[in-house]
């Protein structure tokens, strides 16, 4: 079965601080997309950076980004100058063979300290 | 368009009970999916929908459960015989196509059953 793991349940960073949030998957393909969502306390969940596996250069939204190692099947997000607003759940997902649906990973809580 | 809408936000029902909800999707979007999701856990695939079709349901979805997306537009989830354990998020998201894109998901209604 493909699998998604983030290893990290909690991690925490000072505001204006840059924190690494990482995820490992398991996958056979060669070709795919891997996600990244932000899910605010009692709030929806939206989507922060998605990354295509047939591109070599990590993507990059604003002060989010990803550190994409197709080999290792690792695939890490970055947030720098963090910020208040920051602090919510975050998932990393990857879409199960033939992209049929999303497969989410357990989950890290960021804390931001001001 | 504001996006995915569901209904009701939150749901309290005794053991036993039957309940539906409501989710609408974006209207261009012809890909509808539920999830699952606990305290403190990544969601977890129910089902999906490609336009009105039906074309998976994930083996947590028991004979209690039941989707249906009449004419493709909004569709419905119910539960009959609600047990303590069906307690948990029920997250709507939509897409254009296949996973890709990545979702877009709604507020999920919060079911209780007491």
């Known amino acids: 079965a493909q699998t998604v793991t983030q290893s990290q349940p909690e991690m925490s960073v000072q505001e204006a601080e840059t924190v690494t949030l990482s995820c490992t998957y398991d996958?056979?393909?060669?070709?795919?997309?891997l996600f990244w969502y932000k899910q605010p306390p009692s709030r929806q969940m939206i989507l922060v950076i998605r990354?295509?596996?047939?591109?070599?250069q990590n993507a990059t939204e604003n002060r989010f980004s990803v550190n994409f190692q197709k080999a290792a099947k690792s695939f890490s997000l970055k947030i720098s100058d963090s910020q208040l607003g920051d602090a919510a759940m975050y998932f990393c997902?990857?879409?199960?063979?033939?992209?049929?649906?999303?497969?989410f990973g357990q989950g890290t809580r960021l804390t931001i300290n001001p | 368009d504001t996006g995915v809408s569901q209904n009701p936000r939150h749901k309290i029902t005794k053991r036993g009970q039957n309940v539906t909800f409501r989710c609408d999707p974006i209207?261009?979007?012809?890909?509808l999916y539920w999830y699952r999701q606990t305290l403190g856990q990544g969601p977890e695939f129910l089902t999906y929908?490609?336009?009105?079709?039906?074309?998976?349901k994930s083996r947590l979805l028991s004979d209690r459960f039941s989707a249906e997306r009449p004419k493709g537009s909004f569709s419905t989830l119910e539960i009959q015989r609600t047990e303590q354990g069906d307690s948990a998020m029920y997250l709507c998201?939509?897409?254009?196509?296949?996973?890709?894109?990545?979702?877009?998901f709604g507020s999920g209604t919060r079911l209780t059953v007491v």
């Open positions: 996958t056979s393909e060669s070709d795919y997309y």
């Open positions: 990354q295509e596996a047939y591109k070599q």
């Open positions: 997902a990857y879409p199960e063979w033939g992209a049929q649906k999303l497969v």
């Open positions: 209207s261009e979007h012809n890909r």
């Open positions: 929908f490609q336009n009105e079709a039906q074309l998976e």
């Open positions: 998201a939509s897409s254009l196509g296949g996973s890709g894109q990545g979702y877009t």
